[in-house]
DNA sequence: GAGCACTGC
């Protein structure tokens, strides 16, 4: 969108201001005219009033994020401080629909149109069209449990059923009910509401609207079965389609069986010497997929004649650093084709322009979760048809294309028709202790749209020994009310509660910010690796990963203050730091910005941030205390044992102690790849971890 | 000697 206005600025550099405006204006009328939701805003409206509940089930580019608020807004939704609320399930979502929108109706961002994300708040008493992360909207709950400000909630995205999505469409279902037992006049509501601090005070709260949005192709009935799954778990929600605007994708798919990775890399060519221009994205499992794929591409490449060679591969995953993972931004050079090798990154989270042509060899890596052993399994699987549709999608962006396939069609039919949702397959601590500030005791009686049962078992005993929940399972206050306010995994805010009484709670923010991110090391490229292994040795600390956490965090920190750098140039002094050190800066920022929210929050909570300075010693033995559960012991064989599962485990190759093997050590993450693996470990005295366990038995 | 799907509070 901005694009568009910034070009027409560019063309006519002389057309006075005003005029240029008035363009643009028409520009945005225009180009809101002609989405496919415009012509059904009455009828959308009507059906607003009409039900509490409304199941949209809008395709792609059909304007529903940014058009439906805007219609609830004229219609008169947000009289009277009322606001509508647009939950997504990421921020990069939030925040880019949120600024687009108040562009288009040509509103400074942060007053009637605003997002707000754990970061980043630019609401104001005056925000009336409200964009949110899910996980935010279910924070708010904590607060103001009726969600009293909001007139109607808007679910968007809610087919991806995240974890927060789930609790969300369950909490807003209670919220509902509640609010409109309050609207027959029962006093209790607005008392409630009043000793809670909501701004409603003595008046009646009007009953609350849901609008679950759920973006679908049209191809096939597993997206229908998504809204039927809403529909019924609503007691027969009404349910709407909105067409989209998507240009057709002819779906091919092989003959035999794809396997290896030159059939692949062969498709890619045939694509390239065949098809009209467009660029190409290619869905791989993972970074050595990726790796050994662009290797295949350039030894292929060179086999090629001079002037056919012109494609330009580009790998694309999370772990990325931030400048690599721009490139695939920038349109390709002139006469070049972009080959974009990515991750699941690409199916969801990013769009990347100029993508025609579609690869998709129907496998992804899935995290599954077993409670019994408390430990994350990584593995490749299929996809499900309702993934394989999302993906094929992305060559219909920008004009019609075609996806390829590397399976048979039969095989296509034998996929799940959707992917299992993410409550069934994680750690559910953080959710259930959330779910216990909010008042729900009864987790088992709660009403999932999918129950979790083992997971809830697990996650009840964990919580109760850290702390977080009493022998029958209520809310421990204070602790347990701390915990849950705290947007840490439970164990982490837990290692807070206990520095804080061990005076080294300034040492052990830093580490749970630092353990809260991932990949603060990157791969350096290989010329670089020598000179990445020496500097990393430097930083290291033989006593562990949190160790040297703490320790990248602190010489980044006195180089900041040595630099005495601008506020405007931290972020870049921090770069060069970064770059100098082999960290990936997009990591220590985002640390950094958990640190400085935690920070707020524990200062709230009343404690005091204290350091033990250099006493590592006390540092450690609050690391032992804090991460008791997860503990392991060497083995005669250089293995070690899990002692709470009892696993056979190995020391993760980006551990700092990976060569040295120590006695005893605590970690934090059990994940099974090729192999079991813990990953952020800290040597410890065995002695503390026995003693400690000898006090909890008490 | 060998490994890291993706979000979020």
């Known amino acids: 969108m901005t694009s568009t206005a910034q070009g027409e600025l560019k063309q006519n550099p002389k057309t006075p201001v005003a005029s240029r405006f008035s363009m643009r204006r028409q520009k945005i009328a225009e180009h809101r005219k ?37 219609f609830l807004f004229n219609a008169g939704f947000c009289r009277g401080g009322k606001m509508v609320g647009i939950s997504q399930p990421s921020c990069i979502a939030a925040v880019t629909v949120a600024k687009r929108l108040a562009e288009e109706c040509d509103v400074q961002l942060g007053q009637r149109v605003g997002y707000s994300i754990m970061f980043d708040d630019t609401t104001c008493s005056s925000t009336s069209l409200k964009y949110m992360t899910d996980a935010l909207l279910l924070r708010e709950a904590l607060v103001d449990p009726l969600l009293s400000r909001y007139s109607v909630i808007i679910v968007d995205e809610a087919h991806e059923r995240t974890v927060h999505t789930d609790v969300l469409l369950a909490l807003l279902k209670k919220v509902q009910l509640d609010r409109s037992i309050g609207n027959k006049g029962l006093e209790v509501e607005a008392k409630t509401n009043d000793e809670i601090g909501g701004v409603l005070r003595g008046c009646q709260i009007s009953p609350l609207k849901l609008i679950y949005n759920c973006s679908i192709s049209t191809i096939i009935m597993s997206a229908s079965l998504d809204a039927r799954v809403f529909s019924e778990y609503y007691g027969g929600a009404k349910a709407l389609h909105v067409q989209g605007r998507q240009f ?39 970074q050595d997929e ?58 969801t989270s990013i769009t990347i322009p100029g993508i025609r042509y579609v690869v998709d060899p129907g496998r992804v890596k899935a995290r599954t979760y077993d ?40 095989e296509f039919e034998k996929l799940e028709d959707s992917t299992k949702p993410e409550i069934k397959r994680c750690n559910l601590s953080n959710v259930i202790l959330q779910l216990k500030a909010l008042g ?45 306010r705290l947007p840490l995994d439970p164990v982490y805010s837990r290692a807070l509660i206990l520095a804080n009484q061990s005076n080294c709670l300034e040492e052990m923010l ?9 990949s603060i090391f990157y791969d350096p490229p290989r010329e670089k690796r020598e000179e990445a292994r020496t500097s990393r040795n430097h930083i290291a600390s033989v006593e562990g990963d949190h160790l040297t956490y703490l320790g990248v965090y602190r010489e980044s920190n006195e180089f900041l203050e040595a630099e005495n750098s601008e ?94 093997k120590p006695e005893c050590v605590i970690f934090n993450e059990l994940m099974q790849t090729r192999k079991k693996y813990i990953k952020n470990l800290t040597r410890i005295d065995p002695v503390w971890s026995a003693h400690h366990h000898y006090n909890t038995e008490e």
């Open 34 to 70: 002609s989405l496919p939701i415009a012509s059904v805003e009455k009828r959308l409206i009507e059906e607003v009033q009409k039900n509490d509940i409304l199941i949209i089930v809008g395709e792609t580019g059909s304007g529903k994020t940014t058009q439906l608020p805007q």
């Open 510 to 518: 830093i580490t749970v910010a630092m353990l809260s991110v991932e």
């Open 290 to 347: 990726i790796e050994s794929v662009e290797r295949l591409v350039q030894e292929r490449l060179e086999h090629l004649p001079e002037d056919k060679r012109k494609i330009l591969p580009l790998a694309i995953f999370s772990a990325l650093p931030s400048d690599q993972l721009m490139r695939v931004f920038a349109p390709a050079p002139i006469g070049f084709r972009k080959v974009v090798l990515a991750t699941n990154i690409a199916e």
């Open 371 to 410: 409670p019994s052993k408390g430990m994350e399994t990584l593995d490749a699987v299929p996809t499900s048809k309702a993934q394989a549709l999302q993906r094929s999608g992305h060559a219909g962006r920008e004009g019609p294309g075609k996806c390829f396939r590397l399976y048979r069609q039969r």
């Open 440 to 484: 729900y005791d009864d987790i088992f009686g709660f009403d999932f749209i999918d129950k979790p049962s083992s997971a809830i078992v697990k996650a009840l005993a964990e919580l109760h020994l850290l702390g977080a929940l009493t022998d029958d399972c209520k809310l421990e206050k204070p602790a347990g009310d701390q915990m849950a």
């Open 567 to 660: 506020e405007a140039e931290v972020d870049q002094t921090l770069r060069k730091w970064c770059k100098d050190n082999f960290v990936n800066s997009r990591s220590l920022k985002h640390a950094r910005d958990i640190y400085r929210k935690i920070r707020g929050n524990v200062e709230q909570m009343g404690f005091n941030v204290s350091s033990c300075g250099n006493d590592m010693l006390e540092y450690r033995r609050c690391l032992a205390a804090s991460f008791f559960l997860k503990a392991a012991q060497r083995q005669m064989d250089g293995t070690y044992r899990a002692l709470e599962s009892g696993e056979i485990v190995h020391i993760h190759p980006t551990s700092v102690l990976f060569r040295s």
């Open 248 to 286: 057709t994708v002819d779906i091919l798919y092989t003959v035999h069986p794809v396997t290896d990775y030159a059939a692949l890399v062969i498709t890619i060519f045939q694509i390239h010497l065949e098809e009209k221009p467009g660029d190409i994205l290619v869905f791989l499992t993972g």
